[in-house]
């Protein structure tokens, strides 16, 4: 069965801190991976995607992945978080048709001055 | 970048009546949509996939007779949730996935979302 599991709800970092959120996925062909951040009122907007090639993608805002295929996981860090990233991330896997996403419960990120 | 709107942005109705939920791309033309359903605290859940000009696909489990959904141009989907009761009240998300490949074919892109309080 396809599922995407995102073990923490809640995540707490201060400021400056690095992050590291994580996300395990079955899918039972090749997984085309993504992260997507959701802020109140906004729609997910997407952080990064891994279809193939370098296992360590880079995205925006300063935030990059890790494709482990042994693991099943494609967790999400940062070296530095800033209070702006405060919000609820989503990960997803889906098709070479990027069609059907499955995604996960998400975590919400939660950060002290 | 790609923009995805949805309106209205919440909307409250009476048990047994019908609501109508756009969703439109502004900058770019969608092959594809999509209408999620996110329940408190939960993931996103795809209801269906809409194509334009043609039926949307249902996933199994939602009612095809209760969310009706219409794709009638390239740049529009509307969700109708049809009798509407308080089990329906949600958070509705639409997304979108370009026709071409300057704005990126590979990936979806979201609305804002509605918040659908039935009472």
């Known amino acids: 069965a396809q599922s995407v599991t995102q073990p923490d709800i809640h995540i707490t970092v201060s400021e400056g801190a690095s992050l590291e959120l994580r996300c395990n996925y079955s899918y039972g062909a090749t997984p085309y991976l993504f992260w997507y951040v959701q802020s109140p009122g906004q729609g997910l907007q997407l952080l990064l995607k891994y279809f193939s090639g370098d296992t360590l993608v880079q995205g925006i805002k300063g935030f990059e992945a890790e494709f482990k295929r042994s693991q099943s996981s494609f967790n999400l860090r940062k070296p530095s978080v800033h209070w702006s990233d405060a919000a609820e991330y989503f990960c997803?896997?889906?098709?070479?048709?990027?069609?059907?996403?499955?995604f996960g419960s998400g975590t919400k990120l939660n950060v002290k001055p | 970048g790609a923009v995805v709107s949805q309106h209205p942005s919440w909307v409250i109705c009476k048990s047994g009546t019908s609501v109508k939920i756009e969703c439109r791309s502004l900058?770019?033309?969608?092959?594809?949509m999509f209408w999620y359903r996110q329940f408190p605290k939960q993931s996103l859940m795809l209801m269906a996939t809409?194509?334009?000009?043609?039926?949307?696909?249902?996933e199994q489990g939602v009612e095809k007779d209760k969310f009706l959904i219409n794709h009638a141009s390239l740049t529009l989907s509307t969700l109708t949730v049809t009798s509407a009761h308080p089990e329906d009240s949600s958070f509705y998300i639409c997304?979108?996935?370009?026709?071409?490949?300057?704005?990126?074919?590979?990936?979806?892109?979201f609305g804002p979302g509605t918040r659908l309080t039935v009472l």
């Open positions: 809409s194509n334009e000009g043609s039926k949307a696909t249902y």
């Open positions: 997803a896997v889906g098709p070479y048709n990027f069609n059907k996403f499955y």
């Open positions: 997304s979108a996935r370009p026709l071409g490949p300057d704005k990126g074919s590979d990936t979806q892109y």
């Open positions: 900058d770019f033309q969608a092959t594809t």
